[in-house]
């Protein structure tokens, strides 16, 4: 049997030095392109998503290239995924030449044609618009920047190959302004912005990954269970912070249980989803249960859509599989006390299943 290829979180003093940062501490620049504007082999994308008081979800992303094709040229695009208070869904893309993109480095300032993000790790403005739909949306974080530890997974023996992920706004307010076919809808609620990086295929690096994030009262949630690729051991990699207001108050992974139950196969894709996650944080000192319950699909799927061309010709012959699903429900916080549960909260959230490669046999 192959030995595994070694895959860990940075976490030491190398690793910071290495990257310029400061533990426990996060700078504007983070939130800024980390890649050369899309230089070859790397891929990078700024996320926004929100989930307003009427139970509207939406979602913007902007990317500099398609996530799964990373060898090749800048494709700067943004898209937009919107599910009204009412169910109807609407999901849409703006893409544009390498030529009128522009990303700074001193912190999130991007242009893709008429669609921009800016923001300063407090305050955010996006705006989007295509022939359908336009979308305009001002983020303000309730929660400080965080990212576990220097937000690197590294993989390789000399750490060669990496994937990045900074929360810049952990849980925020979100005030936006939605049209869809010429009708002008305005909201409140509540919205998260995320960075994510890196310099190797996706794919080749991670088999799946849980993400999902929620605000349930005065508690704010970010949570993920990432699974390596085969070569790597499928090696686990928890992450997990829960905030009060303007204050950590867990995010040690290393303290953490998760488990999936309620498994089923869903058809659109044929991967495994489970109706229930729970992340259980046991420090000795607080326990809390954090718990998701899954109500709907909102988005299901085959990633091979998203490429094109002779790329996605060469995904089919290699027996590229991989699958996006987006869920709404229910995230519960569960605060304990000697085993019992002292305190009970829950609210809407959106969670997410993204799965790279085969399921692990």
Same mark, same amino acid.
Request: proline share 4%; with cysteine.
């Given at each position: 049997?192959?030995?595994?290829?070694?895959?860990?979180?940075?976490?030491?003093?190398?690793?910071?030095?290495?990257?310029g %940062?400061?533990?426990?501490?996060?700078?504007q620049?983070?939130?800024? +392109?980390?890649?050369?504007?899309g230089?070859?082999?790397?891929?990078?994308?700024?996320?926004?998503?929100?989930h307003?008081?009427? @139970?509207?979800?939406?979602?913007?992303?902007f990317? +500099?290239?398609? %996530?799964?094709?990373?060898?090749?040229?800048? =494709?700067?695009?943004?898209?937009?995924?919107?599910?009204t208070?009412?169910?109807q869904?609407?999901?849409?893309?703006?893409?544009?030449?390498?030529?009128?993109?522009?990303?700074?480095?001193?912190?999130?300032?991007v242009q893709?044609?008429?669609? *921009?993000?800016?923001?300063?790790?407090?305050?955010?403005?996006?705006?989007?618009?295509?022939?359908?739909?336009?979308?305009?949306?001002?983020?303000?974080g309730?929660?400080?920047?965080?990212?576990?530890?220097?937000?690197?997974l590294?993989f390789?023996?000399?750490?060669?190959?990496? *994937?990045?992920?900074?929360?810049?706004?952990?849980?925020?307010?979100?005030?936006?302004?939605?049209?869809?076919?010429?009708?002008?809808?305005?909201?409140?609620?509540?919205?998260?912005?995320?960075?994510n990086?890196?310099?190797?295929?996706?794919?080749?690096?991670?088999?799946?990954?849980?993400?999902?994030?929620?605000?349930?009262?005065?508690?704010?949630?970010?949570t993920?269970?990432?699974? @390596?690729?085969k070569?790597y051991?499928?090696?686990e990699?928890?992450?997990?912070?829960?905030?009060g207001?303007?204050?950590?108050?867990?995010?040690?992974?290393?303290?953490?249980?998760?488990?999936?139950?309620?498994?089923?196969?869903e058809?659109?894709?044929?991967?495994? =989803?489970?109706?229930?996650?729970?992340?259980?944080?046991?420090?000795?000192?607080?326990?809390?249960?954090?718990?998701?319950?899954?109500?709907?699909?909102?988005?299901?799927?085959? %990633?091979?859509?998203?490429?094109?061309?002779?790329?996605?010709?060469?995904?089919?012959?290699?027996? *590229?599989?991989?699958?996006?699903h987006?869920?709404?429900?229910?995230?519960?916080?569960?605060?304990?006390?000697? @085993?019992?549960?002292v305190?009970?909260?829950?609210?809407?959230?959106?969670?997410?299943? %993204?799965?790279?490669?085969?399921?692990?046999?």
């Amino acid at each position: 049997m192959a030995e595994k290829i070694k895959s860990r979180l940075g976490t030491s003093q190398e690793h910071y030095a290495r990257l310029g %940062m400061k533990k426990g501490s996060v700078e504007q620049w983070e939130d800024g +392109t980390r890649t050369n504007s899309g230089e070859k082999g790397t891929y990078e994308w700024w996320y926004f998503d929100s989930h307003m008081d009427d @139970g509207t979800t939406l979602v913007i992303v902007f990317y +500099t290239k398609h %996530m799964m094709s990373p060898k090749g040229p800048p =494709v700067p695009h943004v898209t937009i995924s919107l599910v009204t208070a009412g169910g109807q869904p609407y999901a849409g893309e703006f893409e544009v030449s390498a030529a009128p993109f522009t990303a700074s480095k001193e912190g999130c300032d991007v242009q893709i044609g008429p669609c *921009f993000c800016k923001g300063n790790l407090r305050e955010y403005h996006v705006y989007f618009k295509n022939d359908r739909a336009e979308a305009t949306l001002r983020l303000t974080g309730n929660v400080p920047p965080w990212r576990p530890e220097t937000g690197h997974l590294f993989f390789g023996d000399r750490d060669e190959r990496y *994937f990045a992920w900074l929360p810049s706004v952990p849980e925020g307010s979100v005030e936006a302004s939605i049209t869809l076919d010429g009708k002008t809808t305005h909201h409140s609620g509540t919205g998260y912005h995320d960075h994510n990086w890196g310099n190797a295929n996706i794919r080749d690096l991670l088999n799946h990954w849980y993400w999902g994030r929620a605000k349930i009262g005065d508690y704010r949630v970010i949570t993920s269970y990432i699974y @390596g690729e085969k070569k790597y051991g499928y090696n686990e990699f928890p992450i997990f912070l829960l905030a009060g207001k303007e204050r950590i108050i867990a995010d040690d992974a290393a303290h953490l249980t998760f488990t999936a139950s309620g498994e089923f196969i869903e058809e659109q894709t044929g991967k495994p =989803v489970h109706n229930r996650l729970v992340y259980d944080y046991d420090d000795g000192a607080v326990r809390y249960r954090i718990s998701y319950e899954r109500q709907k699909s909102i988005v299901n799927y085959k %990633m091979i859509g998203e490429l094109r061309g002779f790329i996605k010709f060469l995904a089919r012959l290699a027996g *590229f599989d991989g699958a996006y699903h987006r869920f709404t429900g229910n995230a519960i916080v569960e605060r304990l006390e000697d @085993g019992r549960v002292v305190e009970k909260l829950e609210s809407p959230a959106i969670w997410e299943l %993204m799965y790279f490669g085969h399921i692990p046999c």
